[in-house]
């Protein structure tokens, strides 16, 4: 009786069962090795949920306040949203008209137009600034302004005018 090659697969059935043994082993390291990488080194699974969440939430939030600003910690995310500052508000919504007197407007920076408008105190200005006086709309046509914010771009015309 002679042994051919002493080859260890002898039948077709030997053959599939190595070929699978080749297949799945490498596959099976493989995925071990993946574990082993990632699951021990990158992902911390013991770290709180809540430290997790800090880490990747969005930068920004949106946090809209009438008045003062919120106390601190909400007033850190809160810059995004900060009110406009005078110069900004006035640019933005005034300086169309005020800028060179269209329609009646006071131009800014003429003292002489703004001495009988600054006598007649400043809560009156706010106020018209606010609600609008005859040709001048009511926050100059942006209704997205907060009062605080159309106040100051008041303050910023008064003040150019003295
Ligand atoms: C569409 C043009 C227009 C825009 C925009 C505009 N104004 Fe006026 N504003 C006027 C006119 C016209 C007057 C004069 C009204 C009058 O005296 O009859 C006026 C008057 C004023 C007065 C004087 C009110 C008074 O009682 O004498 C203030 C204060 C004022 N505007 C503030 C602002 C501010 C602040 C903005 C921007 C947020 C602004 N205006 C945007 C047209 C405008």
Redesign the pocket.
């Known amino acids: 009786m002679s042994e051919e090659h002493g080859t260890l697969v002898k039948t077709p059935k030997q053959l599939i069962v190595v070929c699978l043994i080749a297949l799945v082993v490498p596959v099976a390291i493989a995925l071990l090795g993946a574990q082993l990488l990632s699951g021990s080194k990158h992902i911390d699974r013991s770290e709180p949920k809540t430290q997790v969440e800090q880490r990747i939430k969005p930068v920004g939030e949106l946090v809209k306040y009438d008045g003062a600003p919120p106390p601190a910690p909400a007033a850190v995310v809160a810059v995004a949203l900060v009110a406009k500052s005078g110069e900004e ?2 640019n933005g ?2 300086v ?3 800028g060179a007197g ?5 131009k800014t920076g003429d003292k002489a137009l703004w001495a ?2 600054i006598a ?1 105190g400043i809560n ?6 606010i609600k609008g ?5 009511a ?4 209704v997205a ?1 907060s009062d605080d ?2 106040k100051a ?2 303050d ?3 003040a150019k005018a003295k």
């Open positions: 508000v006035y919504a005034c169309a008209c005020h269209i329609a009646g407007a006071p009988p408008r007649k009156v200005l706010y106020e018209h600034a006086f005859n040709a001048m709309p926050k100059g046509g942006q302004l914010e159309v771009g008041v910023y015309q008064v």
